[in-house]
């Protein structure tokens, strides 16, 4: 498949700390660009990042018609460079792609195109463990109209930010609020697309949970508002009676690839794990009776996030003594020593370059 570079005449790579990163403040040198027009997608370019032209007609401003993918790259032992389950994201964009009607887009295409944007930009990888590369694709709608119909030209687009940890806590417990009065998604929405509209519905309670020196909303469900679905920027998991409880991914929630990568892994570790709803007051009464044992989170940015506090209505409650848990540092270690190339990926998950 042939791809068209152009490359960036001075790359920035020698402003950047390479070690010493935020998340998702910094972007590497060069970006993919692939249209979408008369019926197919066309030749893959990749350019020197920077500013796009849009219209201030385009239909993906007005109508949302947007979607996007996170998934990371990291330098290996052996010098290599490893790209964490680039399959499963690409497999959940196209999912998402269906639900929002954008036309999907082949594997090889995404993944020769990503392949080819990682040789150049090569060395925007941290090498230091606990840094990545994050790799952003992402489609939207280019048509020119204002009216609610379905656009007929599209643009993908892969960017890279090297990046340190999402969190400013990194494996420090978190504190979770419950949603409240607000609602992100309902059974036949949006809540398993990777689309902004989801992300822009959970603003306003993240923003004045982070007033409260909180890090996020914990989300209820929209119909009875007390069965746990998931964090804002992540999935859920409980940990009671040493059994690992997460919300099933029945239509409200993202299937997160690092939830089932741990929910993998604690299986194959033979430890009892069920996909079932799970109420707040549930998580409260174990805790009060003592066989809470910890809670954490899973994403692609944070890939495992401990909760060290929960905030329900007037209660409060405090988990593992706000440390860290034993299975979630087990978890931590093995998806990351997989993904740093330190064990063997004996699951197929990886894809060197």
Avoid at 9 to 24: A, E, Q
Avoid at 268 to 296: A, C, H, M, Q
């Amino acid at each position: 498949m042939d791809v068209k570079v152009a490359r960036t005449k001075k790359s920035k790579l020698s402003n950047v700390d390479i070690n010493n990163l935020g998340f998702g403040e910094v972007f590497s040198d060069h970006m993919l660009i692939i249209d979408y027009k008369n019926g197919r997608w066309q030749t893959p370019q990749i350019v020197p990042f920077g500013e796009i032209s849009i219209l201030p007609s385009s239909c993906m401003i007005h109508y949302g018609q947007v979607v996007f993918e996170g998934l990371k790259a990291f330098y290996n032992k052996q010098g290599g460079i490893n790209i964490f389950r680039p399959q499963k994201y690409h497999e959940r964009m196209n999912k998402s792609c269906r639900r929002l009607c954008i036309p999907e887009i082949s594997y090889d295409l995404f993944i020769t195109g990503l392949l080819e944007l990682l040789k150049l930009d090569k060395d925007w990888v941290p090498r230091q463990r606990g840094y990545s590369l994050y790799i952003r694709p992402f489609i939207f709608a280019t048509d020119s109209y204002i009216g609610v119909r379905v656009s007929e030209t599209y643009r993908f687009m892969i960017i890279f930010s090297p990046v340190g940890a999402y969190y400013k806590e990194g494996l420090d417990p978190v504190r979770l609020i419950t949603s409240g009065e607000y609602v992100r998604a309902v059974k036949g929405g949006l809540g398993t697309a990777k689309t902004p509209a989801n992300y822009a519905a959970s603003l306003l309670p993240a923003n004045e949970a982070k007033k409260k020196g909180i890090t996020q909303v914990l989300w209820l469900d929209a119909i009875e508002h007390k069965y746990i679905e998931e964090v804002g920027t992540m999935n859920i998991c409980f940990v009671i009676n040493n059994e690992l409880i997460t919300p099933p991914p029945d239509g409200t929630i993202l299937e997160g690839i690092t939830r089932d990568s741990v929910l993998r892994l604690a299986r194959d570790w033979r430890i009892k794990v069920s996909e079932r709803p799970i109420s707040i007051d549930e998580v409260i009464s174990s805790s009060r009776n003592g066989t809470l044992n910890e809670v954490f989170g899973t994403g692609t940015a944070a890939v495992i996030s401990p909760v060290g506090e929960i905030q329900h209505l007037e209660t409060g409650i405090t988990v593992n003594g706000n440390k860290i848990g034993a299975l979630s540092q087990k978890l931590y270690d093995a998806v990351t020593a997989i993904q740093y190339g330190e064990k063997p990926d004996t699951y197929g998950w990886i894809q060197t370059v």
